[in-house]
């Protein structure tokens, strides 16, 4: 989080209740709150100190909720990165890929442990590629088009960063089958993901080339504000798992997109109840 991050953004679908503001303000000393809409409160002043309880607290009441510093605009920004798997799109597509093998529950499970933060990263990934050994590649394609759905408000927010001048970055843990696809459908700047190994048309349970674990999306976020000449406050962050962390955190702003508890109590915003589009309400 940038050093002049000191406004707390709230927000939700319906009016915000006056008893559980006043208990923000207590929490985070804020020293006094905007109302611009029923729907949403901006308390300035408010300390970082007790984000984390604040952060499950919003997410209790389906409320969203971010540390952005007062004045700052959605146009400030150079720079937004996204996951993919749960974030930019609604669904895990390794658990799906595995449903083909009849592996879902198995795989979904090790997914679940992995976001959470309980299992090293790269090395589920490899327990659970592993898995889908002589799977059909053509299982991948089916996936696609019957399963990937985009998260909603994620259109909005290419969109809104298409008119800003924005760039929009893909970095997943997943697969590179889908994050090309999607780069190519949303029309997005850059995209990174894992290379699953195909021979004679059918996966060998392998992945080629490193594994874009936590380590890589924040190493792939720094290369590419560098490249393009940002600064970290002009940088903002989306995702859900526990292998996000290192890229929110690098970032200026980290958004916990409908997250783990573990990403939620460390990210400086969090989206609990809307779509991506929340985002954009956060800024002036």
Request: charged share 25%.
């Amino acid at each position: 989080m940038t050093a002049n991050a000191t406004t707390l953004v709230v927000q939700s679908a319906e009016p915000l209740d006056d008893a559980r503001l006043s208990r923000l303000v207590e929490l985070t000393a804020a020293h006094a709150i905007e109302r611009p809409e029923p729907t949403q409160a901006r308390l300035a002043g408010a300390s970082t100190g007790a984000r984390a309880i604040v952060a499950e607290l919003c997410h209790d009441w389906s409320w969203d909720a971010g540390w952005l510093p007062s004045d700052m605009r959605f146009a400030d920004l150079g720079l937004v990165v996204s996951d993919m798997d749960s974030t930019l799109i609604t669904i895990e597509c390794i658990d799906e890929i595995a449903d083909m093998q009849g592996l879902k529950a198995q795989v979904a499970a090790i997914t679940e442990r992995s976001m959470r933060g309980e299992l090293d990263f790269s090395a589920s990934l490899v327990e659970r590629v592993a898995l889908l050994a002589g799977l059909d590649a053509a299982a991948l394609e089916q996936v696609y088009a019957e399963r990937v759905r985009l998260t909603p408000g994620a259109e909005r927010l290419v969109a809104a960063c298409r008119q800003h001048g924005v760039k929009f970055m893909l970095v997943s843990g997943g697969f590179t089958y889908f994050t090309d696809r999607l780069q190519q459908h949303l029309g997005l700047d850059y995209s990174f993901a894992n290379q699953l190994e195909v021979r004679d048309g059918k996966l060998t349970g392998r992945v080629q080339g490193r594994i874009v674990d936590a380590d890589a999306k924040r190493e792939l976020l720094i290369e590419t504000r560098e490249r393009l000449g940002l600064r970290a406050d002009q940088v903002l962050a989306v995702g859900d798992g526990a292998n996000d962390l290192k890229m929110l955190t690098e970032a200026g702003i980290g958004v916990a997109f409908h997250a783990k508890p573990v990403v939620r109590a460390q990210a400086d915003a969090t989206i609990n109840a809307g779509g991506l589009d929340g985002i954009l309400r956060l800024f002036r």
